[in-house]
């Protein structure tokens, strides 16, 4: 509960226009994706860095909570008050590009920038940005950085990670910092980007971001595979990749996601099918594309691909892609629950992680369909549960889950960060040494936690 004395305080800052704490903000401000609610104690609209600088010194002081939000479309509670504690909201006055340097394909951006919108405006002017999370309309980049946002197209172009270069951001006793450079070499100093890309908040407030761009491609054709059994889909994805072809994107569906995608929609997909691969290739040359794609048709096939269907046309393309944009929302009608999950692998281990999964889904006799980014390791899990009085059993099987993934060399997370929702997970995945460096590692920078506590297992 915070107290009116620092209620006041807080408003004294910011002006009563940009400091809540009525009932209407709390519960706008209670929620993300996971749709856990914690309810906080106030929200404040920052206007400007010196703002963000007041406020975080203040809250230093007092040892008050602070959560920075983005869009709060998390999907693990990184945004979550869960201790309660003030919502430091930057959607409202964070919102602007400051500088598309074209002679040095470099943007400034302040961190609530839509990542959707970033992209229009950068491609208008044959610009490209290309982290692409399935949530790019409303996410924003801030809150990408903040989790390391990936999508469909890191298989070709990387996540978000690979386009930071520099950022300014504010720490828990209010000092401004600057890090990176807009140099592509930098090597001074220690990475204080790549320390605050994925911190999910817990460290430091980003106040404005220096991204990467390349030139747009001028074309792009996609092309679905189809395949008997999912080990045949899974070798074709890691044999493909590394014979040099490089396609922007390899996007899975396994059989239970094919069916429950087609019982909804009717699209003509083969139900019969183990997996379906949807992969798509770009340049600046058609003949360039004809190549990837006869080149792409030949590895599939070498791996018993029974179909390789090329569209021809913009309407085939959208139709190809349907299947994977509404795979997620399909599958629900295997349960009422849904616990999903986003574990990654080095590529070459997907057939044995899927394997597993089929085992895990045996053991415990659930429906796990899977579907994801198969072109970098990514898949997402969806153990799928029928009566809610299973859910302990649920999450057991989840928990094999996570271990099976980390014992392939793969990690609890592709893109959806820890956040409360795996935050028991941790020591899974990391040594007592390891957590002991993230510890440390905070409490560096957050000495008194006032930043985000209890998120990342820390
Ligand atoms: C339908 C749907 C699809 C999705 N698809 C994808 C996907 O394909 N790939 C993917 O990677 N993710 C995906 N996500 C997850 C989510 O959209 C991403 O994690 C996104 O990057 C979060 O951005 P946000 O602005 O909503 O951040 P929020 O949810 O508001 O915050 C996320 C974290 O960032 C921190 N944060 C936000 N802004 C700042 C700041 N300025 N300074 C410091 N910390 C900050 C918060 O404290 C929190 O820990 C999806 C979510 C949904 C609902």
């Known amino acids: 509960m915070l107290d009116s004395k620092h209620f006041n305080n807080l408003q004294n800052i910011v002006g009563k226009q940009d400091c809540y704490n009525d009932k209407a903000h709390l519960i706008a401000y209670c929620y993300d994706a996971t749709r856990e609610r914690y309810e906080p104690d106030a929200v404040v609209y920052p206007q400007n860095e010196l703002q963000v600088s007041e406020i975080l010194k203040y809250c230093n002081t007092h040892k008050i909570t602070l959560i920075p939000r983005g869009a709060g479309s ?38 609530a920038v839509i990542n959707k919108h970033f992209q229009n ?24 950085v903040s989790e390391n946002a990936g999508g469909m197209r ?4 990387g996540i978000t990670k690979d386009y930071v270069m520099a950022l300014r951001a504010v720490l828990p ?7 990176g450079k807009k140099t592509i070499k ?16 817990t460290l430091a407030v980003i106040t404005e971001l220096t991204l990467k761009l390349i030139a747009k491609p001028r074309f792009k054709r996609s092309a679905m595979g189809i395949f008997a059994t999912i080990d045949d889909a899974m070798n074709a ?20 996601s094919i069916c429950a995608v087609e019982d909804r929609f009717h699209k003509g997909l083969p139900k019969d ?23 792409l048709q030949a590895k599939f096939k070498e791996n018993n691909c029974k179909e390789f269907k090329i569209a021809q046309n913009e309407q085939e393309e959208e139709d190809l892609w349907f299947a994977r944009r509404n795979a997620s929302q399909s599958i629900t009608i295997y349960g009422k629950k849904k616990l999903n999950e986003d574990i990654t692998v080095p590529r070459a281990r997907l057939p044995e992680l899927l394997a597993g999964i089929g085992e895990i889904s045996k053991k415990y006799g659930f429906k796990i369909p899977c579907f994801g980014h198969t072109g970098d390791g990514n898949v997402h899990t969806n153990v799928m549960v029928e009566d809610l009085k299973d859910l302990q059993r649920g999450h057991e099987a989840i928990t094999e889950i996570f271990k099976l993934a980390v014992d392939l060399e793969g990690t609890l997370s592709g893109e959806h960060g820890i956040g409360l929702s795996k935050a028991s997970f941790m020591e899974l995945a990391f040594t007592k040494e390891e957590m002991n460096l993230f510890r440390n590692l905070k409490r560096a920078f957050d000495p008194n936690n006032i930043l985000n506590p209890g998120k990342m297992g820390l």
């Open 74 to 111: 998390g999907f693990t509670g990184g945004a979550l008050p869960s201790s309660g504690g003030v919502i430091l909201a930057m959607e409202k006055h964070f919102n602007n590009i400051l500088e598309i340097d074209e002679k040095n394909l470099i943007a400034r951006v302040q961190p």
């Open 273 to 295: 099918a183990g997996a379906i691969i949807i992969t798509q290739v770009d340049g600046d040359l058609q003949e360039l594309l004809d190549y990837q794609l006869h080149a």
């Open 237 to 256: 994805v890691y044999k493909t990749m590394a014979s040099g072809i490089t396609p922007v994107a390899m996007e899975f569906l396994d059989n239970l």
């Open 173 to 179: 006793n209010g000092d401004i910092i600057r890090a």
């Open 121 to 144: 405006i950068i491609e208008q002017k044959g610009l490209f940005y290309p982290p692409d999370p399935a949530s790019q309309d409303y996410s924003t980049l801030g809150g990408n």
């Open 186 to 201: 930098d090597v001074a100093g220690y990475n204080i980007v790549g320390t605050l890309i994925a911190s999910e908040g």
């Open 154 to 157: 890191a298989a070709k172009y």
